[in-house]
Structures are given as structure tokens and as C-alpha cells.
């Protein structure tokens, strides 16, 4: 654990609010300045141009992009310019893998860029391998601007309240008395600690979610089926009206999906993307998931039946740039020739695979998602999974790499305390390899815990 970290920790609670109020400011004020909003704007008016005149300006800035990319990055120097003049040009580079990026991080750095031009960005993906990069601000912008473009296309404001239940450690894991959130006043924005969330402090959620009259609730899906889960268990209720409710970061399973509707009496909707910026794909009203075709070009490569897997170029990341970046995951496509009447003339998937996680439970019970968090700055890990036999206890199985050492290993022990505290007994096991399952699919965590409540709860919906 960092010893900024330790600091925060022991400090009362209204500094802590304070402080993540002040970050939220800055962050707030580097993202959107009105460069950001005249992004934004032209993303809008991209929503409702034809088809030809959208799929023009991804090649048209692909092409410009990949040619810049061969005059400043030194991975891809070797190619010439000259052969890239489509969108099917683009196969005449090589699939990246995260392996191939980790490996030869410096080669992929533009020298055009200082570090103030940047901000840092963790990436651990399914494998468990972390990835720490540079993204210029203006890539950040374009980020935002497009998540922002799918978030107002759903009715939401910049100012809608908005309650955020992921994977942040905004508080000590072992901390026992509400409350369990802290306020990001800058961005209006409650951010709950989902290492809480458990049958004992359920009310205390729930009364600040009336509290503070939140409308809009975003998180992992894991943490708000639980959410949910446990509010009707309780038989408590929400007093006001919650208008909206999105998901991301997890793939949204459908028993998640009407359990969390079921209970909250509103809609939910997903979102796909990754910090590496290389694909975004976002469900509109009508419940699609369009290819955000303006923001990247993206591959659906044809595996077998009506499975595609999902390969990704970002051209807005000078400092960085990552063309036909393999993400690791699988999209479903029933139907090719869908179409929406939302008028965004894109590309429709049914749904996302690759990310279905399952829960570790810690000692009292309490089911954790999405702990591919714990690997995202661990850069010497090839591969990363846990396993779990019995509730409160885990096994991390590492596959390292030459440079990996004590320090890896203590900054991972640090990780996990800092998140679970004493409510997890773990032991670290290096292997040379992780098996995978059928199809040749990993799985980040595995799980032979009996009488699993997620798993009922899947039977239940």
C-alpha cells in the first residue's frame, strides 16, 4: 500500500470527502473544457449522418491516423504509407496482443509527447497482465466526449446525481460504521464502497441513496445486482424515482439485468469499452449495442458461428497508438443486417463476451467482483487468476515474467489488504502456465464455492 494511501486512510472522514472532492475539480476541469464540449457537439451531430458519410470519416481518419503512426512510432516505421489506403488495408498489419504491446512498451511511444502532455492509464484486462501507458489529453477528451454522447442519448445531464458503485477503495476494507460512500461534490457524483456491501449495512445504502435523491445509478453489474439482491431480501425501498441505471467494466449478464430492473422498476443499459480506447460499443434506448464506428475502427473478426472476435484500432491517441489491438474478447452477432431506428447507422452486436466474472467471498460472507483491479499495475505478470475452494480464502495463481520480484509480490500482498483487509486468507502460487477452458477461453476467476447465492440468484431470474 502507497504511503499516500495509508495517509488517507487515517484521516477523518471529512477530509477524505474533501480531498475526493478537490481531485474530482481537477479532473473535472482538465476533461471538460470547451474543446471537450465542441467534441461532444460534433460527436452529437455524427449520430444522425448517413451511412456512407460515417463509415468516410472512420477510414478517412484512419488512414491518417496509421500514417502518422508510421512516421512517429518506432514499432511501426518498418511499413510503408503508401500501402494503406482503405479500411482493408488495415490487414496488412499484424493482430497486437497485450503481450506484444507489454513487451515492447518504449516502442510504441511518440517522442512528440511530454509527460504533461499525458495522463497515465492502468489496464488489467481478463488475462490479469497489467499495462501502464501514456494517453494524451486530447485522447482523453474524445473518451469522454463519446461515453458522454451514449450517457445524454439516454436523457442523462452532467448535473444528474449520480450514485457509482465499482471497484474503487475509497475506503479501509475493515472500516465497520457507515458511512460507507463519499461525496465528489465537483462532479455531484456519491461514490459507494462496494467492500461494504453487505445483509448488515444494506439500510444504510439505501437510506443515502433517499438521502441524497440520487436519479442515476452506475457501477460493475456484480455490485448492483448485489445491490439489489439485498435491498428485497431486506424489503426496503427506494422513496424517490431512480430514472436510469448503466453498467460497464463487467459484461451484463441478463439474470443481473431483470433482477436489477425488477427491483429498481427502470431500465438498464450497458456500455462496452476499455482503457485503451480502441473499441466502444453503447446500447441505445431501443436496447442495441451500436459500434461507436466515429470513435475507432473496429474489427468483429469471424470465429465460428455467430461469434466474432473483437480486434481494435484508436485514432486519437498520438502519444500512443495501438492499431488492430486484439482485446481479448468475443462479440455475438445474431443478426448482420439489424437495423435500429435510433438513426445511428452503425454496426449492431447482441451481446459481449469475455468479461463474465465470477464473486470471491470474503470471511463474512460478502461476494467481490471484478478484482482484476488488483493486477493493473503489477506490469510483470504475464498472467494472473484466482481460485477459491472455500468462502474466505483464495489462491492467486501468477504466471511472472523475467523481470517480476519481491517488490511485485509485495505490492500485490499490499493491493489485496488495502481491499479485503483481514477478511481474506490468500497464498500466492507461481505456475508456468494457467490452463484454460473449453474454446480455449480463460477465465480470471474460478470458483468451487458451494451453496453460492450468486449462482441461486442466477436460477432464481
Not at 467534441?39 to 460515417?54: C, G, M, Q, V, W
Request: net charge positive.
Amino acid at each position: 500500500m502507497s504511503k499516500s494511501i495509508q495517509l488517507y486512510h487515517k484521516l477523518p472522514y471529512f477530509l477524505k470527502q474533501l480531498i475526493c472532492s478537490y481531485e474530482g475539480k481537477k479532473i473535472q476541469k482538465r476533461r471538460y473544457d470547451d474543446s471537450f464540449l465542441q467534441l461532444l457537439k460534433k460527436y452529437n451531430e455524427r449520430t444522425t449522418i448517413s451511412k456512407e458519410d460515417l463509415y468516410q470519416f472512420r477510414d478517412e481518419s484512419l488512414i491518417k491516423f496509421i500514417h502518422y503512426a508510421i512516421d512517429n512510432i518506432p514499432f511501426y516505421k518498418k511499413y510503408n504509407k503508401n500501402d494503406f489506403k482503405t479500411f482493408e488495408d488495415l490487414s496488412k498489419l499484424p493482430l497486437l496482443t497485450k503481450e506484444t504491446v507489454h513487451n515492447n512498451i518504449e516502442q510504441f511511444k511518440s517522442a512528440s509527447y511530454s509527460q504533461s502532455d499525458c495522463i497515465t492509464s492502468h489496464t488489467s484486462g481478463t488475462t490479469g497482465a497489467g499495462l501502464v501507458f501514456p494517453v494524451s489529453k486530447v485522447a482523453e477528451k474524445h473518451q469522454w466526449a463519446v461515453w458522454w454522447r451514449y450517457r445524454n442519448n439516454l436523457g442523462i445531464k452532467f448535473k444528474t446525481k449520480c450514485g457509482i458503485f465499482t471497484g474503487q477503495p475509497i475506503l479501509n476494507p475493515t472500516e465497520k460504521n457507515p458511512p460507507f460512500w463519499i461525496l465528489n461534490n465537483a462532479n455531484n457524483e456519491i461514490i459507494f464502497s462496494g467492500y461494504h456491501l453487505h445483509v448488515n449495512n444494506i439500510a444504510h445504502y439505501i437510506n443515502a441513496i433517499n438521502k441524497y435523491k440520487i436519479e442515476w445509478l452506475h457501477g460493475y453489474p456484480s455490485n448492483l445486482a448485489l445491490l439489489a439482491k439485498l435491498m428485497s431480501e431486506a424489503n426496503l425501498n427506494i422513496n424517490h424515482k431512480i430514472k436510469i441505471i448503466t453498467t460497464g467494466a463487467e459484461s451484463l449478464l441478463m439474470y443481473q439485468k431483470n433482477l436489477i430492473e425488477s427491483q429498481f422498476q427502470t431500465t438498464v443499459y450497458n456500455h462496452y469499452g476499455l482503457a485503451e480506447a480502441v473499441v466502444n460499443i453503447s446500447e441505445c434506448k431501443n436496447g442495441n449495442l451500436h459500434v461507436d464506428e466515429d470513435f475507432s475502427a473496429v474489427e468483429l473478426q469471424h470465429l465460428e458461428g455467430n461469434r466474432y472476435k473483437i480486434i481494435g484500432t484508436n485514432y486519437h491517441n498520438s502519444a500512443f497508438p495501438l492499431l488492430r489491438y486484439d482485446t481479448g474478447d468475443i462479440a455475438t452477432i445474431e443478426n448482420e443486417k439489424l437495423s435500429c431506428s435510433c438513426s445511428y447507422h452503425c454496426r449492431i452486436v447482441t451481446s459481449i463476451d469475455g468479461r463474465k466474472e465470477d464473486y470471491i467471498y470474503l470471511s463474512d460472507n460478502v461476494p467481490i467482483g471484478r478484482l482484476d483491479h488488483l493486477f493493473k499495475d503489477l506490469v510483470h505478470v504475464k498472467q494472473a487468476q484466482i481460485y477459491q475452494k472455500e468462502i474466505g480464502k483464495m489462491e492467486i495463481r501468477i504466471v511472472k515474467d523475467t523481470l517480476y520480484s519481491n517488490a511485485d509480490e509485495k505490492k500485490l500482498i499490499s493491493e489485496i489488504n488495502m481491499r479485503m483487509g483481514s477478511k481474506i486468507e490468500f497464498k500466492i502460487l507461481y505456475l508456468d502456465e494457467i490452463k484454460k477452458i473449453s474454446r480455449g477461453k480463460f477465465r480470471f476467476i474460478l470458483s468451487d464455492v458451494k451453496n453460492n447465492n450468486i449462482k441461486e440468484m442466477a436460477e432464481n431470474y
